[in-house]
Nanobody, 119 residues
Framework: QVQVVESGGGSVQAGGSLRLSCAAS????????MGWYRQAPGQQRDLVAG???????KYADSVKGRFTISTDNAKNTVYLQMNNLKPEDTAVYYC?????????????WGQGTQVTVSS
């Protein structure tokens, strides 16, 4: 089993910055993928940014040039640096870890962290 814990959400004004962190922990697991998703009220949960082992990244068009995903593999931690935040970035942000434990691959989700951007 893999535990996923997020931190770093909060409230900022438009144009501000926030950095989200997500740490994975557990026994004997190997991470394949780390990503961030977000869900606004009444909306579906959508990909914000993701990174695969090897460094391949993917971003939602709406955040390209403003958000950066990075990892500290030694700490099993993924970060999301969010700059030039806009009110439409307001949502609950969820960390997603794709990992294998033994021969079983599974998705693991954090509890979510609220990001609120005011105009």
């Amino acid at each position: 089993q893999v535990q996923v814990v997020e931190s770093g959400g909060g409230s900022v004004q438009a144009g501000g910055s926030l950095r989200l962190s997500c740490a994975a922990s557990g026994d004997s697991f190997s991470i394949t993928y780390m990503g961030w998703y977000r869900q606004a009220p009444g909306q579906q949960r959508d990909l914000v940014a993701g990174i695969f082992t090897g460094g391949i990244t993917k971003y939602a068009d709406s955040v390209k040039g403003r958000f950066t995903i990075s990892t500290d593999n030694a700490k099993n931690t993924v970060y999301l640096q969010m700059n030039n935040l806009k009110p439409e970035d307001t949502a609950v942000y969820y960390c997603n870890i794709g990992a294998s434990t033994g021969y079983v691959f599974d998705d693991y989700w954090g509890q979510g962290t609220q990001v609120t951007v005011s105009s």
